[in-house]
């Protein structure tokens, strides 16, 4: 499967506690996003890179959050501190942005994943 | 900024019947990307259909055709002779062209749940 992959699929943890979640995303994508999702809602963004720049950050991604794509291939996002309110779906995404031929962002989203919060 | 609204929380169709999901928009870019993606019980996002702000005919991917009427900012998604494997979460989001620089983040609306009865 050549597909977007995350790791892990679930997590539950307790309140105080860090985690950290894995992003694999198409080989050839340069571009890599984070979403989260909490129940009822659409997607929100959190952040962006292209290649191993984290060039755009959401208001969302308090200083608790940090994410890192060091060699321009896979992503981790760290939360500390977790709290009850980070209990939600964590998505990621990745898509081909060629800046020399202006066209739509067609993003191809991972299965997630769902942190509960105790 | 972008938004995007779904005013429809749940709809229900007759299998092989057509449903329409409404979808507008709100957004003082000239160029833009309009999508809807499909949010099975499993939770990945599966990318269905888009339409580029200049596009002038409307968008098809098989039984998905995306009704766009730009003056009215709306893009709307209609769905012919549903499936029972069509019942899920369905999403219409925005995003900026993709020229250089530009992060192409998806703006998403909350969603309509689509429940298709035999």
């Known amino acids: 499967d050549t597909g977007v992959s995350q790791d892990p699929r679930h997590k539950i943890t307790k309140r105080g506690q860090n985690v950290t979640f894995r992003c694999d995303p198409i080989?050839?994508?340069?571009?890599l996003y984070w979403y989260r999702q909490t129940l009822g809602q659409g997607p929100e963004f959190l952040t962006y890179?292209?290649?191993?720049?984290?060039?755009?950050k959401s208001r969302l991604l308090s200083d608790r959050f940090s994410a890192e794509r060091p060699k321009g291939s896979f992503s981790t996002l760290e939360i500390q501190r977790t709290e009850q309110g980070d209990s939600a779906m964590y998505l990621c995404?990745?898509?081909?942005?060629?800046?020399?031929?202006?066209?739509?962002?067609?993003?191809?989203f991972g299965p997630g994943t769902r942190l509960t919060v105790l | 900024a972008q938004k995007i609204t779904q005013t429809q929380p749940g709809m229900f169709v007759q299998e092989k019947e057509a449903v329409t999901l409404d979808c507008t928009y709100d957004?003082?870019?000239?160029?833009?990307?309009l999508f809807w993606y499909k949010q099975p019980s499993s939770g990945e996002m599966i990318f269905l259909i888009y339409?580029?702000?200049?596009?002038?005919q409307n968008a098809t991917e098989g039984r998905y055709s995306l009704n766009f009427q730009k003056a009215r900012k709306s893009a709307n998604l209609v769905i012919s002779a549903s499936q029972l494997g069509d019942s899920a979460m369905y999403f219409c989001?925005?995003?900026?062209?993709?020229?250089?620089?530009?992060?192409?983040?998806?703006?998403f609306g909350t969603g309509t749940l689509l429940a298709v009865q035999p």
């Open positions: 339409q580029g702000s200049y596009d002038e």
């Open positions: 080989s050839e994508h340069n571009r």
């Open positions: 890179f292209q290649n191993e720049a984290q060039l755009e």
């Open positions: 989001a925005m995003s900026e062209m993709n020229y250089g620089g530009a992060t192409n983040k998806l703006i």
């Open positions: 995404a990745s898509s081909l942005g060629l800046a020399e031929i202006p066209t739509y962002n067609e993003q191809f």
């Open positions: 957004t003082s870019d000239q160029s833009y990307g």
